[in-house]
Nanobody, 120 residues
Framework: QVQLVESGGGLVQAGGSLRLSCAASGLTFNNYVMGWFRQAPGKERDLVADISWSNSNTYGDSVKGRFTISRDNAKNTVILQMNMLKPEDTAVYYC??????????????WGQGTQVTVSS
């Protein structure tokens, strides 16, 4: 049984930092591209960042220069370091996994989500 378990969300003031962690189990971690998505109330779920097994990564335009994605293939963990947070970063953040041949239109697995709230 595959599980993606997020942790590290919470309430922070604008300008602050949070570190989200996603622990994966039940899958061959190196075979998956890992991603972080977020969904604010009334909005679509958007890709924030993703990272391949070889640490090739991409970022959404709104988070470039502020967020950093990393992964530890030995610990089956993917991290999203979020700095200089803004109120518009407030959302539920989801960890996701897809195989190399698939797209983020249909991730293979989702985590349950963790709430991030940034106060102004």
């Amino acid at each position: 049984q595959v599980q993606l378990v997020e942790s590290g969300g919470g309430l922070v003031q604008a300008g602050g930092s949070l570190r989200l962690s996603c622990a994966a189990s039940g899958l061959t971690f190196n075979n998956y591209v890992m991603g972080w998505f977020r969904q604010a109330p009334g909005k679509e779920r958007d890709l924030v960042a993703d990272i391949s097994w070889s640490n090739s990564n991409t970022y959404g335009d709104s988070v470039k220069g502020r967020f950093t994605i990393s992964r530890d293939n030995a610990k089956n963990t993917v991290i999203l370091q979020m700095n200089m947070l803004k109120p518009e970063d407030t959302a539920v953040y989801y960890c996701a996994a897809r195989t190399f041949g698939s797209s983020w239109d249909r991730p293979d697995y989702w985590g349950q989500g963790t709430q991030v709230t940034v106060s102004s």
